[in-house]
């Protein structure tokens, strides 16, 4: 048995798994399926799956963010109906969230605790079977029990027998995918998601227990936890009893229940989380992040451990700062022909991460580059770069690794921009296109390589002739999102290619983890930090910053409000998923928006036509997923829509830094509902400060006027995107069809910078 004492870092892993496949679709549910679809009891699972499968793949990450308990399932517990039952009852109608397993094999947990008596409005769901929730709701709704307004689902939600995706339960009820609600966690999705998920878990001293389930999103559970090491269980009676004496003494169980679920005082909580009908948020508590914070932001929690565990990376002598700051380029030691072109591009002078880091940059130190998004960190790590090129000319000479196929496309902008004078040769390598012209680019002897680690490695595997050994730098732009888990495999080869000694290493970014695992990774030399941000989560002064709390259902209506405002002006309004992306677009167009997407599951090509019409201006309004969160700099940007909060506070900080770049000011409104509220205080505590809440009832009146407009749209919009769903992968279709035969378990490579959202 795990003594409660014992050292979360030492405290293994546990799995369950959930063996059966749909194999059996159990009474009355299959009825009412069949009742509804008209499709028999033996052709049901087929259909499901493939519902399913539909369902996850608009949602790669559906349930990707925060959470506490991870179905952690506390119906299974021995001590279930003698200590949970009673006090979920006892706590009818106060208490705050509460993370069951609802899910596993058709939310029966879920049936089970309703028909115990438990009120549902406090369950939080995480995995019921999108295909099911029509006959859940039937089931429930005789209970009387179940919110009359909403459904929860995991993802989209399809009828059976016509495949159509649903919005509405047939007018009875809105489905609202949890992934919105929630952001529980799926583990099956993604083996580097389920991995920063493990690393989460440890630092949830309440939370004890991974379940990974074995059907969804057809990915093989067994051999994932077999990669962690993890102790496996197998979804009956006898193992969830064993799994819950080794992970949890009696003793222990109550104390959690009780501290944990049933007062549901999580530990960083300041407020109970109602999940209907919220209209007013509970007051803002600042509080202090520590070591033992809880929060679930994986992010706070690296930077946490890495202050107090104390920095293995000098800061640079604060005293030289201002001095640094009012030099001019040429003070700065950058020769003649840079400057030249620093003038050319209208850089009047340095800005401060520039004025910082380049003088270290061209002493030969290493370099942790901190500083506002929109502040110039390209050049300061470009010009020192084109500088040492200059000194000593060579071909294959640095590496800037960028997470995004468009922030790699405009790097190589600025090197050729920077670089004018002094004939530098690059060539940009990144996945969604032809391997070929690539393959050219690298034949005539660049000296600089910019490149999304994927198809960087593609290339070292597969082009001849093609090597980094004589690399003399290495820089990862967005270095904290290069060094998170998603591009661990792939950057450790590429660190194997690169030689060890006598490289020089830069790491950039606006929001930096900073982690010394991770430093370490990178193969950083006594690097320098500068950091020209004062906080981590440092946004730009000249940003005005914003949010609007709505119902749910009028988060459309809200967006053409907010877009009526500001009407004529550039905005990137950013979604959490590629459907709720493209379904916006489809919904403005239809409104006389002049709008284009941007996600990942348009072709390269389609999504660099559509930079290129809103950097032209000839479309005004950007709707992306988090694909476009980082790092891309269009100048005339004016507002940041936050349509869907995203999932992180590093995120948010990126995403509102499209605006408001260069010392320009810019405007940044978020759309917060009654299910983001502990998620928007979460961002709130990590900006440090309160953000401006717009006042819903003053502008209610001269919002809803586009009430019937709008629900045209949506009708259209979801007309559009069944078929855009039926056409995906075929020629000339819009979506690509990403689950081939042979990525439906592993990805490809190449599709890593493709991804985000
Ligand atoms: N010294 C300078 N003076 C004026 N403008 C500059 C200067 N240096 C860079 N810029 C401009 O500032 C804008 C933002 O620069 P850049 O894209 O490098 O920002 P960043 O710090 O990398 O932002 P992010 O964190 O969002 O990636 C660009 O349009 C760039 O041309």
């Known amino acids: 048995m795990t003594s409660g004492s014992q050292d979360q870092n030492e405290r293994p892993y546990y799995a369950a798994l959930y063996e059966h496949d749909l194999t059996d679709i159990p009474e009355p549910i299959s009825k009412i399926l069949e ?7 033996g052709e049901q699972k087929e259909h499901i799956l493939k519902l399913r499968n539909r369902a996850y793949e608009a949602h790669p990450y559906p349930c990707l963010g925060r959470f506490r308990f991870l179905e952690l399932d506390l119906s299974t517990h021995p001590l279930y109906n003698e200590y949970v039952l009673p006090r979920l009852k006892e706590g009818n109608g106060q208490s705050g969230p509460i993370f069951l397993d609802l899910g596993t094999c058709l939310g029966q947990d879920l049936r089970k605790l309703i028909y115990d008596g438990v009120n549902p409005q406090q369950l939080y769901g995480a995995d019921l079977v999108p295909a099911f929730i029509d006959a859940g709701y039937e089931l429930f709704k005789d209970k009387g029990k179940f919110p009359p307004d909403h459904f929860v689902c995991p993802a989209d939600v399809f009828d059976m027998s016509s495949g159509n995706k649903l919005s509405t339960m047939d007018g009875k009820a809105d489905i609202v995918q949890a992934a919105a609600v929630f952001h529980l966690f799926d583990m099956e999705q993604q083996l580097a998601v389920a991995r920063r998920c493990m690393r989460l878990l440890k630092k949830v001293p309440e939370t004890r227990c991974l379940v990974l389930g074995g059907q969804a999103g057809n990915v093989n559970a067994k051999e994932r936890v077999r990669a962690y090491g993890a102790k496996q269980y197998w979804h009956n009676e006898e193992s969830w ?13 109550r104390d959690v229940v009780k501290r944990v679920v049933v007062q549901a005082e999580l530990r960083e909580r300041t407020m109970v989380l109602p999940l209907y009908g919220v209209s007013k948020m509970p007051p803002y508590k600042k509080r202090k992040l520590s070591h033992n914070s809880s929060s679930s932001e994986e992010s706070d929690h690296e930077e946490v451990a890495v202050r107090e565990d104390g920095e293995d990376v000098g800061d640079q002598p604060s005293t030289t700062e201002k001095e640094a700051e009012s030099k001019t380029f040429q003070e700065l030691g950058l020769i003649d022909q840079l400057c030249e072109a620093c003038e050319q591009l209208g850089y009047k002078k340095p800005t401060p991460i520039q004025a910082q880091s380049i003088p270290l ?18 050049a300061a790590f470009v010009l020192p770069i084109l500088q040492a090129l200059m000194e000593k000319q060579q071909v294959l000479h640095s590496l800037i690794l960028a997470p995004t196929r468009e922030l790699a496309y405009q790097i190589g902008e600025n090197i050729s921009a920077l670089g004018a004078f002094i004939g530098v040769k690059k060539a940009v390598l990144v996945g969604g296109v032809d391997m070929m012209p690539q393959a050219i680019a690298l034949g005539k002897k660049p000296h600089i390589i910019v490149a999304t680690p994927g198809r960087l490695l593609d290339h070292l595997e597969n082009t001849k002739g093609f090597s980094l050994r004589q690399l003399k730098f290495l820089v990862m732009d967005e270095a904290d999102r290069m060094l998170d888990l998603d591009f661990g495999a792939i950057l450790e080869k590429i660190l194997k290619n690169v030689p060890k000694e006598g490289r020089r ?19 950083l030399s006594n690097p320098v930090r500068v950091s020209v941000s004062r906080d981590k ?3 730009v002064e000249k940003l005005k910053q914003s949010f ?13 409000h907010v877009l009526n405002k500001f009407a004529g002006q550039t905005g990137i309004i950013f979604t959490r998923t590629v459907n709720e992306a493209q379904r916006l677009f489809i919904m403005l167009k239809a409104l006389g928006f002049s709008s284009v997407p941007i996600h990942g599951q348009l072709s390269q090509n389609a999504r660099l036509e559509a930079l290129n019409k809103f950097r032209a201006k000839s479309k005004n309004l950007l709707v ?41 000011s810019g405007v940044a409104i978020s759309m917060v509902t009654q299910y983001d509220a502990e998620l928007w205080l979460r961002i709130e505590h990590a900006l440090g400060k309160k953000i401006e809440n717009h006042d819903y009832d003053a502008e209610k009146g001269e919002a809803m006027v586009f009430a019937n407009s709008v629900s045209e749209a949506q009708k259209t919009a979801t007309l559009e995107m069944k078929d855009l769903h039926e056409n995906r992968g075929k020629k000339g ?8 035969k042979k990525t439906v378990v592993k990805r490809r490579r190449d599709e890593m910078d493709a991804d985000v959202g």
């Not at 064993?242 to 003494?249: A, D, G, P, V």
């Not at 940059?361 to 390209?378: F, M, N, P, V, Y």
């Not at 279709?733 to 081939?740: K, S």
């Open 733 to 740: 279709a819009t979506l690509r069809n990403t689950r081939g």
């Open 548 to 560: 609007y709390l709505i119902p749910h259902k009028h988060k459309d209506i809200w967006l053409v």
């Open 361 to 378: 940059a061209l002493q030969g130190r290493d370099i942790i580059g901190l500083a506002e998004t929109g502040s110039g960190k390209t």
């Open 537 to 539: 989560y440092q946004t």
């Open 624 to 664: 992306a997923t988090d694909v476009a969160a980082r790092g891309l700099d269009i100048p005339s940007m004016d507002l940041v829509i936050n349509y869907d909060l995203p999932d992180s506070s590093k995120t948010y900080v990126h995403r509102v830094g499209r605006t408001a770049r260069a010392g320009k």
């Open 505 to 523: 290493t830069f790491l950039f970014s606006a929001t930096m983890s900073s982690k010394i695992e991770s430093l370490q990774r990178a193969g």
């Open 35 to 41: 009742a509804y679809s008209g499709i028999p009891h």
């Open 241 to 253: 009893r064993k799994l819950w004496e080794e992970i949890c003494s009696e003793e222990e169980f």
